[in-house]
């Protein structure tokens, strides 16, 4: 029975390594990823992205077509339309952007690029850099957003707990990290559907509001429950010290 428990125990505490490893990955990924972000906006607002010159190789263009309005407000009008994606040679390198503005390009053409880095942001002075939903890996990075979000709020709350001296996460801290989360995924909603309160329509910087509101709200919730804790304590320590000092009864 015991051998049982210690190899259970055992299990437990590899996955637990290997769940704070993955989370210390994405993690990372997001702080570069958003250091991109953030880099590649600056360097466009400053004029700082590397002129290039690029030949196009091939043109893609794919159908889309949706019906007006949303939800019970949907009508029969189909709206139709068309998004371009051109291969592109750009010093000896072949790079995939989609968009362009309204300059028809065609194979063989000449286009000036902006890179950053060597990847290419720009095409004839056309936003065309599609951040985070850049590839397989911006997407995924999306989908594991929710979990490294409620990741670090916990590690915010732990923290917080040993700074108070306290040991282990109760019931009621509990219910402060999924507040926080909470606040957080409520946050993302804007920010997803009214990214132009961020002045661009390719949010940057969005990781970082979702989990400043939780880990905040988290943190808020805990200082008021850490102040009535010790408020109980103090009064308790005052109750007992009354108690010493009074004289016995008869």
């Known amino acids: 029975m015991s051998d049982a428990r210690k190899g259970r ?27 991109e972000e953030m880099a590649i906006a600056n360097a466009r607002s400053s004029g700082n992205l590397e002129p290039a010159d690029a030949t196009v ?43 362009g503005g309204d300059r028809v390009l065609n194979v063989g053409d000449h286009a000036r690029v902006g890179l950053w880095h060597g990847y290419v942001v720009e095409l004839e002075g056309y936003y065309v850099w599609r951040g985070w939903h850049s590839g397989l890996g911006g997407n995924t ?63 940057r910087f969005w990781p970082l509001i979702p989990v400043a509101t939780g880990t905040t709200a988290a943190l808020l919730l805990m200082r008021r429950q850490l102040r009535r804790r010790q408020s109980k304590a103090t009064r308790a320590e005052t109750d007992d010290t009354d108690a010493e000092g009074s004289p016995a009864r008869p």
């Open 141 to 203: 990075l999306l989908v594991f957003y929710p979990l490294a979000m409620g990741y670090l709020i916990t590690l915010a709350v732990a923290a917080r707990i040993r700074m108070a001296g306290l040991r282990g996460v109760d019931d009621n801290f509990v219910f402060d990290i999924v507040l926080g989360f909470i606040v957080g995924m409520a946050t993302i909603l804007p920010l997803a559907l009214v990214p132009a309160a961020l002045g661009t329509d390719h949010p």
């Open 9 to 35: 125990s055992r299990r437990a505490r590899i996955v637990l390594v290997v769940f704070r490893l993955a989370m210390a990955v994405v993690i990372v990924l997001f702080a570069w990823r958003t250091y």
């Open 57 to 99: 190789v091939d043109v893609t263009e794919d159908r889309n077509e949706s019906l007006g309005g949303a939800g019970q407000d949907r009508t029969s009008e189909t709206f139709v339309w068309y998004e371009v994606t051109f291969e592109l040679r750009v010093n000896g390198e072949l790079q995939s952007v989609k968009g």
